[in-house]
């Protein structure tokens, strides 16, 4: 079966600690409108695997069928003419621990599917790779994507904050609020050192943020400029902020260092709801009857652990 440009399907490959799961989970919800346990999932919908820090690697499905033998003969459709390829049997799968292929299969077929295609294999510097992967039954071949973890480069800012979300777990918060790009417009009313606005920018999405302390401010500032990345930054309360956002990525204060007041909590969600139409909310404590009072639907949660620290991520409308 040939997969066409109407139909697409692309296959994406998941890899996660355990005490990221159910972020990990939200994330694909939020860009699939499913998730699952497994490994792998397929998708008509087109994400990029370097917007993930969970993504690992993306087929873009070229053909497709229950017969090996079948995609071997498909790949004979291939013509590369002046352009090199390479072939990469995709090592995470569905096949049960006894249907695993070993190391020669697994290279014996990338062979087979290599002479197939016509044209030059170069497996070093390729100009295409194609991956080859079995999910439920089938066999997909198709071109071949693998994530750069970008966000490992954003760990190493110039300004750091102890309680500040992970670039992991901000990376996924982005990806949370704005699973599709085109045309949103964000605001983190409650920056910090800028993080989540570091990985919202490195992915192309349109944030602003904003902080009632003039020192976290300026170092969120620093740190937008550190990466080469530009946005407003304002030293504001969130009563201040008067233009209206699509979305609001609001992570609340808490623990000691804090003054926050179940009051002062309940405010800044009502702000929230005063100033976007939906929000992605990061909270160490449980405020569904506070997020209702204020407005918000509840549509979806995560949570992310950390030894014992567990921060929940709620999505509301």
């Known amino acids: 079966m040939t997969v066409n440009e109407q139909s697409p399907l692309f296959i994406y490959t998941y890899a996660y600690r355990e005490e990221e799961q159910s972020l990990c989970r939200l994330e694909m919800r939020s860009f699939f409108g499913e998730d699952t346990d497994a ?6 919908i087109e994400v990029h695997p370097d917007r993930s820090p969970f993504l690992k690697e993306r087929i873009e499905v070229i053909y497709a069928s229950e017969q090996l033998d079948e995609v071997v003969e498909l790949a004979k459709q291939i013509h590369m003419g002046d352009a090199t390829f390479k072939v990469i049997f995709v090592k ?9 292929w070993d190391y020669d299969r697994q ?10 295609i016509e044209g030059e294999a170069d497996v070093h510097r390729p100009d295409v790779t194609y991956g080859l992967v079995t999910l439920g039954g089938s066999w997909y071949l198709g071109y071949y994507t693998k994530s750069k973890a970008i966000w490992l480069d954003h760990m190493k800012k110039p300004q750091n904050y102890s309680i500040a979300l992970s670039t992991r777990v901000a990376r996924a918060v982005a990806n949370i609020a704005v699973p599709k790009i085109e045309g949103v417009k964000v605001i983190d009313p409650c ?4 993080t989540v606005l570091v990985e919202a920018l490195s992915m192309g999405i349109d944030i602003e943020g904003s902080d009632y302390n003039p020192f976290i401010a ?7 400029s550190h990466f080469g990345y530009a946005t407003d930054v304002a030293f504001s309360d969130i009563a201040d902020i008067t233009k209206h956002y699509d979305v609001a990525i609001m992570d609340m204060p808490y623990n000691h260092f804090s003054t926050s007041t179940p009051e002062a909590q309940f405010s800044l969600l009502q702000q929230a709801r005063r100033v976007a ?9 449980t405020i569904d009857e506070m997020i209702a009072d204020a407005g918000f639907v509840i549509r979806d949660r995560g949570i992310v652990r950390k030894s014992h620290f567990i921060r929940q991520v709620i999505v509301c409308e």
């Open 39 to 44: 490994s792998l999932i397929a998708s008509p």
């Open 92 to 100: 995470t799968n569905d096949l049960d621990a006894a249907d695993k």
């Open 191 to 194: 920056c910090g050192i800028g």
């Open 218 to 224: 300026k170092g969120a500032r620093d740190n937008i």
């Open 107 to 116: 290279r014996g077929i990338e062979r087979d599917i290599g002479l197939s």
């Open 277 to 285: 139409d939906k929000a992605v909310i990061i909270t160490v404590d």
